[in-house]
Every structure is written in C-alpha cells, then in structure tokens.
C-alpha cells in the first residue's frame, strides 16, 4: 500500500523558515516524481513545487521562486520542502503528493494526508 | 499561466441522479486534464487523467470528456459518498501546474 506520511509543519512567525518532511513507502520511490501541493483550509489547491525522479528537475510556483527548496533523498525515500522567508499568505496544509510517473509535472496519484503550516506573529 | 474556470460553483442534487462538472481552460491544454474529488477532511484522489482515463479503482459511474478547452465531469447515478468537492487540473503548459477554484457537490 503507498503511504506519504507528510512532517515538519507548525508555528511560524514571519520571516522564519521550516523544512517539512514527507517519508515514501509501499512503492518504488525514485520510480516516480513528487511534488508538494499546499490548500488554506476551506479553500482550493495550489501546487507549490515539483520534483523528478532523480531530483535534476526542480520547479516551483512563482509565489514561492526563490524562498522554497524542493528535494529528495531517494536513499530514504523521502522528500523535502526547505521554506524560508515564510510570509502570512503560506498558511495551509501542505500536502505531499505522489505523481503518475517519473517526471515533475505529473497528475498526482497518491497523497498525504497533509502537515499544517501557520505564519502568524 | 493557464487559468481553470470551473462550474456551478455548486450543484445540488440527490442520490441517483446524473452530475455533469464543467472545466474551461484559458488556452487549449489539450487532453492533459485531470479531476480529483476532495471528501471533507481528506486529501484529494484523483479519479480522471488525460481528460478520460479512469484512475485504479476508481468506479465506472465517473467518466471524462473533452479536449483543448472544455472539459466535463459526468457522475452518471449518484452515490451518497459522491457528494464532495471536485476540482479540475491542468499539466499542459507547466510550471506553474494549475487548478480550477473546485465544484461543490452537495445533496439537495
């Protein structure tokens, strides 16, 4: 069974940073790419960032270009999102999401169940 | 940056009937077009990529249609466990990956 456990989230003031965390089982992990896709509760889907199967291929939303780092450890099937700079308008629920293939820019076939994310002072 | 325009932004319906979902993108995506449905409290499943292609296990009461800008969601006899948030994506023209601002189905 594939399994996403998102981590990492919590309270933030502005301007601080979190790594969230998002441990991969029950497949093949550097089969596929992954992405992090982030939702305000009560509100709709962003997709954040996105990553290949080998980690070479790295994209990101325009609002998180430059203050988001995606990675991936393929050694411990896990991927990353560094945030940095964290502004009020990153609060949500930051999901992890597995895609249909290998490549970054997948439809997303497995999810997390998400980790919370508030930027407040 | 393609735009996803979904409607209604609500559908009230019962158990039993036909939903129909409508997508509309801002430029032709092709058929690179996928549905999720986002049950309260849970992350979302995909059910529908590539405009038509039913995800695994997903059941054959859902089913896609359409290609460059218009795309529809049909539910053809509604389960109780159907009524939930329903949202189009698009992977044609990336990054950025976009959404649709979600079709809430509700019961009538």
């Known amino acids: 069974e594939v399994q996403l456990v998102e981590s990492g989230g919590g309270g933030v003031r502005p301007g601080g940073s979190l790594r969230l965390s998002c441990a991969a089982s029950?497949?093949?992990?550097?089969?596929?790419?992954m992405s992090w896709v982030r939702q305000v509760p009560g509100k709709g889907l962003e997709w954040v960032s996105g990553i290949n199967w080998k980690g070479g291929a790295r994209y990101y939303a325009d609002s998180v270009k430059g203050r988001f780092t995606v990675s991936r450890d393929n050694a411990k099937n896990s991927l990353y999102l560094q945030m940095n700079s964290l502004r009020v308008e990153d609060t949500a629920l930051y999901y992890c999401?597995?895609?249909?293939?290998?490549?970054?820019?997948?439809?997303?076939?497995?999810w997390g169940q998400g980790t919370l994310v508030t930027v407040s002072s | 940056e393609i735009v996803l325009t979904q409607s209604p932004a609500t559908l009230s319906l019962s158990p039993g009937d036909r939903a129909t979902l409508s997508c509309r993108a801002s430029q032709s995506v092709s058929t690179f077009l996928a549905w999720y449905q986002q049950r309260p409290g849970q992350a979302p499943r995909l059910l529908i990529y590539?405009?038509?292609n039913r995800a695994t296990d997903i059941p054959a009461r859902f089913s896609g249609t359409g290609s460059g800008t218009d795309f529809t969601l049909t539910i053809s006899s509604l389960e109780p466990e159907d009524f939930a948030v329903y949202y189009c994506?698009?992977?044609?023209?990336?990054?950025?990956?976009?959404f649709g601002q979600g079709t809430r189905l509700e019961i009538k």
């Open positions: 994506q698009q992977r044609s023209s990336w990054p950025p990956i976009t």
């Open positions: 029950g497949f093949t992990f550097d089969d596929y790419g």
């Open positions: 999401a597995r895609g249909l293939g290998a490549a970054a820019g997948e439809y997303f076939e497995h």
């Open positions: 590539d405009a038509s």
